[in-house]
């Protein structure tokens, strides 16, 4: 008997999207196997961000599709949509914790939103989760009186409270400093391994893209230019990756552009 194959936890087909007369995504084709870690990659306003929200189905692409393990996210009803969202946590880029309700609220609120759970249920939930992330002694304080960093690890208890089967991250690492960054970074390396969960994080600093990453892939003009493991990746010889790496003001990524250096 033959092992039926596991299907990809994401899978991108031939995705476009259209705004008026600006193309953001053109022809966009990845998956995304179970336990990876993909770091998408790319300048500010490429669009990395535009294709978390298309997996969650917060907006639609123009042509191809999006599925999330079997369902293909475009086609699904608004209340199996709402069902499917339940197995994807998110981490934002400024955490998005709601000022008004304490640590211990915030972290709750999908519980309280998506499930029957008893309040007794939910505090032994967000218990778990905020001892994960080592804020369990935060746990009345409001986002206010939280730094930078102790409110991503907030986002990020309240982003596995569903027990996700997928976390998406956007620029997790933003605003943070150097120390505090690799903090970050190596709590998504322990939660995802010990979660057992996939993850998708866009990021356009290369030293947390590197120390998280299991797969990467590069977006530059709305395509995927390149796909490959961290150590492949270092070594690429598209010149758009090559110039993205070292951060260096000439070549193809200023070419034609109004930042370009002209010496």
């Given at each position: 008997?033959?092992?039926v ?5 994401v ?21 995304v ?10 300048q500010?306003?490429?669009?990395k961000?535009?294709i ?15 599925s ?9 009803s ?10 994807i ?18 972290v709750?609120l ?6 029957n759970?008893t309040?007794q ?14 804020m369990?002694?935060?746990k ?7 730094s930078?960093?102790?409110?991503k690890?907030?986002?990020?208890a ?17 605003g943070?400093?150097p120390?505090?960054?690799s ?9 995802t ?23 990467m892939?590069m ?16 070594r690429s010889t ?24 002209t010496t």
């Amino acid at each position: 008997m033959n092992d039926v194959p596991i299907p990809p936890v994401v899978q991108l087909r031939d995705v476009s999207l259209q705004f008026e007369e600006k193309k953001v995504l053109n022809d966009v084709s990845f998956e995304v196997e179970p336990l990876e870690r993909l770091v998408i990659m790319g300048q500010s306003g490429s669009g990395k961000s535009t294709i978390l929200r298309l997996i969650l189905g917060l907006i639609e692409p123009t042509a191809g599709s999006v599925s999330f393990k079997q369902f293909e996210i475009t086609r699904l009803s608004r209340r199996k949509l709402q069902r499917i969202r339940t197995h994807i946590g998110m981490v934002y880029q400024y955490s998005a914790l709601l000022s008004s309700r304490n640590v211990r609220d915030n972290v709750a609120l999908p519980l309280e939103e998506l499930t029957n759970k008893t309040p007794q249920e939910i505090d032994k939930i967000v218990d778990e989760k905020l001892a994960l992330v080592g804020m369990q002694d935060a746990k009345y304080m409001m986002p206010s009186q939280l730094s930078g960093g102790m409110r991503k690890r907030v986002s990020l208890a309240r982003a596995l409270v569903m027990d996700p089967e997928l976390v998406l991250f956007d620029e997790p690492t933003a605003g943070l400093d150097p120390v505090i960054s690799s903090v970050i970074d190596e709590l998504i390396i322990t939660l995802t391994e010990k979660s057992k969960v996939t993850s998708i994080i866009v990021t356009h600093e290369m030293d947390s893209a590197f120390r998280v990453a299991t797969k990467m892939a590069m977006l530059f003009q709305g395509k995927i230019i390149e796909t490959s493991e961290p150590d492949h990746f270092k070594r690429s010889t598209n010149p758009v990756v090559v110039q993205f790496l070292s951060g260096s003001t000439h070549g193809p990524i200023l070419e034609g552009s109004k930042d370009a250096v002209t010496t």
